[in-house]
């Protein structure tokens, strides 16, 4: 087993994709995320994968993050929105670097987010709950600047 080696996880930017907003993430196993030809290509699926619905397609309020790590077998595209206020859905995708054109969806079966995209989750989990879930009325302005940059 290797040793545990530090991620840098950025916050790159908040896009607007039909009425949605997407906080989006990025977390790299060397050095900086640098896959400016796959990042155009995941900006144009975000409006496919907003539609994916699941066993329970709660109602939810149009906000969300994409975390994309180049991890050690591709690059993972995991997006994730509220749903019914306290759960989170996630769909998590994996793409070679080479065909970056190219998702494959992988959750489904049992597979998690990873310990450095739990640490967004987490950060993303803690904002929610105190700037929507916790206010006599929703502050989801300042869930959406609500943003972090880290090693871990």
């Known amino acids: 087993m290797s040793s545990y080696k530090t991620r840098k996880i950025e916050f790159r930017e908040t896009i607007e994709v039909n009425d949605w907003k997407i906080k989006i993430y990025t977390i ?11 990042y155009q290509f995941v900006q144009k699926e975000i409006a496919s ?18 975390i994309l790590h180049a991890g050690t077998e591709g690059i993972f595209s995991l997006m994730n929105w509220w749903v019914d ?37 987490n950060h993303e989990r803690l904002s929610w709950m105190k700037n929507v879930l916790q206010k006599e009325e929703p502050d989801y302005p300042t869930y959406i600047n609500d943003v972090f940059n880290c090693e871990i």
């Open 28 to 38: 790299s196993k060397i050095g900086n995320f640098d896959h400016p030809v796959f």
């Open 49 to 66: 994968w907003l539609t994916m619905e699941n066993s329970f397609n709660a109602d939810h309020d149009q906000i969300g993050f994409l």
């Open 85 to 121: 206020q306290y759960m989170l859905n996630t769909h998590i995708f994996l793409s070679n670097p080479n065909k970056p054109n190219q998702f494959k969806k992988i959750s489904g079966d049992g597979l998690a987010p990873c310990i450095w995209e739990l640490e967004v989750i």
